[in-house]
């Protein structure tokens, strides 16, 4: 089973993203996703509240496909992101968190330290957009919580620079790495495995962004052991959003 | 068939790559699907293009089936100076060069304000000698990069050069591209940092597929996962062997 862990849908024109449920579907179809884990661009960057009552309505439509991120646009409303978290978790059935870092505006700030706990109350894995030294700051605050280091470092705020995510990642046992990026260095997947495990690597594609089949590939074609890859390509996530 | 026009020999100083050699490279590329590539050596980015290019030579002697040279060009030093060198494309051309490559970036110059550019862009032009001008040698925000308006301030001032454009990736810097692809037909554009959804159909629905050419950054970038995009694009077969292949073979005038 291949399992889609880093999704977005709705709508953003600084990303030229306007996509729903059912095309993501069809493409996840179209690839041999089983299941999406989707995060709502307008709750990432705009109204949590909105955009994450619109991704419930897509999940509603494809219970069986699309697995929610609850997102907030910033870690900054205190009590009233608590109470969205707990909302998308008991009323609309959500299964993790998705956070944004930029250097402008970091979540590696004391006011996330209680969302962290919440998360980890909730039994959420938490996929953050974050550099490896945000990372840390974060795992230390919170070591139970379930870190996701979305795109392993190999986003422009974290210069690309995996090798560094990985040395955050052995430091903490609770940090994961997704692989969604769009870097595809040859040796990233081995290397990722060889210092931490499969087990510690959750496959993601970041569509509509980036090409799924690349994505795919650079995951799948390597010499990582197949036991290893199914961990990656599905069971991992799973295990981590207790569906497993 | 598939022909990259962007791929390398040599070792990658910022993290461990384990592919390296001439011949670990000649024997990756068929199993990611890869059959022949254009080559230059990263030793010729980071430390010399001159000894880069020498290695580049040897691999494809040793290599004729599986690589194709290009010379990458950079600035004299003051040790070259003193020796009256010129850069002479015919000469590389000569030496069994099919085309040359820039890494302004690399190589501390900018290729607008350097006189020795504009020589090399009225050989190349003159003789028909592709340039793949680099804005990024991989994808990765680590590496250094060429700025939108110096790539596209030179294929300005020389229009008549068959242009590859390598390491586009951004929307923004597709879009520049597209606008570039449209005005001239010398101008092409290489994939391996094109990673948008999408993206490969979308190029070509604006600009038609004779001016896009498959390029993979090998072995530094994945070159089976470079190669997917493409195999999976929705774009007609005559469109994908174009890029894969017929379209380099053209400009390269093999």
Redesign the interface.
């Known amino acids: 089973m291949m399992i889609d862990a880093h999704v977005h849908i709705g709508k953003s024109t600084r990303l030229?993203i306007d996509v729903d449920g059912e095309h993501l579907v069809r493409v996840a179809d179209e690839i041999g996703f089983e299941k999406i884990c989707c995060t709502d661009l307008t709750a990432l960057f705009y109204d949590m509240h909105e955009g994450n009552r619109l991704l419930y309505e897509e999940m509603r439509k494809f219970p069986d496909r699309i697995i929610g991120y609850a997102s907030l646009h910033s870690t900054r409303f205190g009590e009233e992101a608590l109470q969205e978290l707990e909302r998308c978790a008991n009323d609309y059935g959500m299964r993790g968190l998705k956070i944004y870092s930029t250097p402008q505006m970091t979540i590696a700030e004391p006011a996330t330290i209680p969302i962290l706990e919440k998360t980890v109350d909730l039994g959420f894995p938490i996929l953050a957009h974050a550099t490896p030294l945000e990372c840390e700051y974060l795992m230390a605050a919170v070591p139970e919580c379930r870190l996701m280091m979305a795109h392993a470092a190999?986003?422009?705020y974290?210069?690309?620079?995996w090798?560094r995510a990985i040395m955050a990642a052995k430091r903490y046992p609770n940090l994961y790495l997704e692989t969604a990026s769009?870097?595809?260095?040859?040796?990233?997947l081995e290397?990722c495995v060889r210092e931490l495990g499969p087990e510690k690597i959750i496959f993601g594609t970041d569509?509509?962004?980036?090409?799924?089949?690349?994505?795919?590939?650079?995951v799948r074609?390597t010499n990582v052991a197949a036991d290893g890859l199914k961990k990656i390509l599905g069971g991992n996530i799973l295990r981590l959003m207790g569906l497993a | 068939m598939v022909l990259d026009v962007n791929a390398f020999i040599g070792k990658w100083p910022y993290?461990?790559?384990?592919?390296s050699s001439p011949g670990d490279v000649a024997q990756k590329l068929p199993e990611?699907g890869i059959e022949r590539a254009c080559i230059c050596s990263t030793r010729s980015l980071f430390v010399n293009w001159d000894d880069g290019n020498i290695e580049v030579g040897r691999a494809a002697r040793e290599y004729p089936e599986c690589f194709i040279p290009f010379a990458c060009l950079g600035t004299f030093e003051l040790s070259h100076r003193v020796g009256g060198h010129i850069h002479d494309l015919a000469l590389c051309r000569a030496q069994g060069f099919r085309g040359i490559r820039l890494y302004p970036q690399h190589h501390s110059f900018h290729p607008l304000f350097e006189s020795f550019v504009d020589v090399i862009c009225e050989q190349a032009a003159a003789l028909r000698f592709p340039v793949l001008l680099s804005m990024r040698a991989?994808?990765?925000?680590?590496?250094p990069s060429l700025d939108l308006s110096s790539m596209f301030g030179l294929i300005e001032r020389h229009p008549r050069v068959p242009w590859i454009l390598s390491g586009v990736?951004y929307?923004h810097e597709i879009r520049a591209s597209v606008a570039y692809l449209k005005k001239y037909e010398t101008v092409h554009l290489e994939t391996s940092?094109v990673?948008?959804?999408?993206?490969?159909r979308k190029l070509v629905e604006e600009c038609g597929h004779e001016q896009i050419l498959f390029g993979s950054a090998?072995?530094?970038?994945?070159?089976?996962?470079?190669?997917?995009?493409i195999?999976?694009a929705r774009i007609s077969d005559i469109a994908r062997e174009s890029i894969c292949c017929s379209n380099a073979r053209r400009l390269l005038q093999l």
């Open positions: 030229q190999a986003q422009p974290a210069h690309g620079d090798n769009s870097t595809i260095d040859t040796g990233f290397t569509i509509p962004l980036l090409d799924p089949y690349f994505q795919l590939s650079k074609d | 993290w461990p790559v384990s592919i990611w991989i994808m990765n925000w680590g590496v990736n929307l940092c990673m948008g959804y999408e993206a490969i090998a072995p530094i970038q994945h070159g089976r996962a470079n190669l997917e995009k195999l999976h």
